[in-house]
Structures are given as C-alpha cells and as structure tokens.
C-alpha cells in the first residue's frame, strides 16, 4: 500500500511554493489590471515596476534565477527607467489626466481577451507533449539560457535593442523645443527698423 507521502503533492495537496506561486500570480495580474486602467501615468508607470517585480518573483519560484535577474536588470533597471524618463521629457501630467482615456475600453478588452486565448492555445498546444529533463543541466540556468538565446532568438534579442533605441530617440525628439524667435519685439504702429 502506498502512502500519501510517498505519493507526493497532488493537485488538491499543493505545497508552499506552488501556492506561493498563485498568489505572486494573482498580484502580478492585478497590477497589470491597474497598470492598464489608472487615469495617472506615473501611477501606471509604478504599477508596472510590480508587474514586472512579480515576473521576476514568479521566475525564481520556478528556479530560474538567471532569467529573474534579467528581468530585474533589463525591465526593472532599463525599461521602466526609460520609461519614467520619456514621460519627464515629454513633460505629461503628473496628476490624474482626463485625456488618458480614449474611449475604446470595449474594443481594447475584446483584443486583449482574444489575444489572451491565442497565447494560452499556442503555448498549451507547442508544450503539450514536453518534458523537462530532471537529470540534465537546470533549464534556468545560464549555460542553458545562454546557448537559447544566442542560438535561437538572437535576431529578436537584438530587435528588441533597436526597438528601445528608438524609444529612447524618440523621446528625445518629443521633448524638444523650436528655438525661440530673438528679434525683440516691436512696438505697435512701428515696422520691423523700428520708424513710425
């Protein structure tokens, strides 16, 4: 006869990191939700740094701590930051802005729910039949990162690159001001030498 511990955690007995696992889930969710619904943009750029913060939490459960840092470095450290910094360039609001708003909320849920299912069919469908190797190297760390990323996706890793470079530039250039005309202004019933 075998026993309940020899049988291990089941889907109705889950341990602490899998519960761990749902709640830093559920948190990541609703930050996400207020990221995408507040009317303040630097509030929505914070919520985003819990969003992201959540990710990273949910990779180490997963015991991939390269990819968790990375994703502290490079989302946490750069694109938040790049963010933050577009919108004190572009000097927006900093309180709560009407404009926020287009008016689209149906339309943009509807993308967002289809969107959804199409990436829960894809990534159910391409892993449906994958096992992790527990004997071999752990799939998180940076030799088996590495040799993915550098193999595989280097052409949208360095998209992405030029995608941030672009965002930064263009930030840049939203920022900038016409330089003012100097002529001293005249006065009124004078031409431009200044004769009546």
Do not use: C
Not at 10 to 29: K, M, N, R
Not at 48 to 58: D, T, Y
Not at 114 to 120: G, P
Not at 128 to 154: C, M
């Amino acid at each position: 006869m075998i026993t309940a511990a020899a049988q291990g955690n089941g889907f109705l007995s889950p341990t602490g990191v899998e519960i761990a696992f749902v709640l830093v889930g559920l948190a990541t969710l609703g930050a996400a939700a207020v990221t995408v619904t507040t009317k303040q943009l630097v509030h929505a750029a914070l919520w985003l740094v819990v969003a992201l913060g959540g990710i990273a939490v949910e990779y180490l459960l997963l015991t991939a701590e390269f990819i968790a840092w990375v994703q502290v470095l490079i989302y946490l450290g750069s694109v938040v930051v790049l963010l933050l910094f577009g919108l004190m360039l572009t000097k927006a609001p900093i309180g709560r802005s009407l404009d926020a708003d287009s008016g689209n909320r149906p339309v943009a849920l509807g993308v967002a729910l289809v969107a959804a299912a199409a990436l829960v069919w894809v990534v159910v469908d391409a892993f449906r039949t994958t096992w992790i190797d527990l004997d071999g190297p752990a799939q998180g760390s940076t030799k088996v990162s590495g040799e993915i990323l550098f193999r595989h996706w280097v052409l949208p890793f360095e998209a992405l690159s030029v995608l941030l470079l672009a965002a930064l530039i263009g930030a840049i250039v939203l920022s900038r001001k016409d330089a003012p005309d100097t002529a001293p202004p005249t006065a009124p019933g004078t031409d431009k030498k200044g004769q009546r």
